[in-house]
């Protein structure tokens, strides 16, 4: 069975400066990916998506991710964080023939400083 | 297009009681989803539906949870009698596009609160 690790509970980053979640993925084949941002209340709201082609994808509010066959890492970046992307951010995995079946990790929460 | 709704919002409830959350998906999405999220065992995937019809319900925690889906627009989750540990908040979701590409589409959660 597939499954997904964001090593990181909770990271702290000042406004403006770079950030890098890490998604690590176990499947036998090649996953689709995703990464999903739920602000406090709120439902999860798809950031970006990997199926093929391009291992460099780009979403919606200045994020990108890169998916690296070779390390089975999916990590989500932003070169320049705003403080409105304090969330928790979740990756998560999914596999052909299971209907959007997807395997969420266990989340990381952003905190931005100002 | 609304997105997906849910109700209640919030729920409070005592051990024993029938509890019942509703969902209506986005109208022309054909995968359905409940999931269960809590700090201790983050998103869980409890059932999801196909064309109204349900097609995993593995996720579901034991015989107290059911779950319905009448129509193409409305969904129900079911829990009787419930138990404090059933406590979180539980999401409904929706998709077009099947074979684990399809976008997920979240409501804004119903929080559960069993004492």
């Known amino acids: 069975a597939q499954s997904v690790t964001q090593p990181d509970i909770h990271i702290t980053v000042s406004e403006g400066a770079s950030l890098e979640l890490r998604c690590n993925y176990s499947?036998?084949?090649?996953?689709?990916l995703f990464w999903y941002v739920q602000s406090p209340g709120q439902g999860l709201q798809l950031l970006l998506k990997?199926?093929?082609?391009?291992?460099l994808v780009q979403g919606i509010k200045g994020f990108e991710a890169e998916f690296k066959r070779s390390q089975s890492s999916f990590n989500l970046r932003k070169p320049s964080v705003h403080w409105s992307d304090a969330a928790e951010y979740f990756c998560?995995?999914?596999?052909?023939?299971?209907?959007?079946?997807?395997?969420f990790g266990t989340g990381t929460r952003l905190q931005v400083t100002l | 297009d609304a997105g997906v709704i849910q109700s209640p919002r919030h729920e409070v409830t005592e051990m024993g009681q029938e509890v019942t959350l509703r969902c209506k998906p986005i109208s022309g999405h054909d995968y359905l989803f409940w999931y269960r999220q809590t700090m201790m065992r983050g998103l869980e995937l409890l059932i999801y539906?196909?064309?109204?019809?349900?097609?995993?319900d593995s996720g579901m925690p034991e015989d107290r949870f059911s779950a319905k889906m009448p129509n193409a627009s409305f969904s129900t989750l079911k829990i009787q009698p419930s138990e404090p540990r059933d406590s979180a908040v539980y999401f409904c979701?929706?998709?077009?596009?099947?074979?684990?590409?399809?976008?997920?589409?979240f409501g804004e959660g119903s929080r559960l609160t069993v004492l």
């Open positions: 998560a995995v999914g596999v052909t023939g299971t209907a959007s079946k997807l395997t």
């Open positions: 539906f196909n064309n109204n019809v349900p097609i995993d």
């Open positions: 499947y036998g084949a090649t996953p689709y």
């Open positions: 979701a929706s998709s077009l596009m099947g074979g684990g590409g399809g976008e997920l589409f």
């Open positions: 990997y199926f093929s082609g391009d291992t």
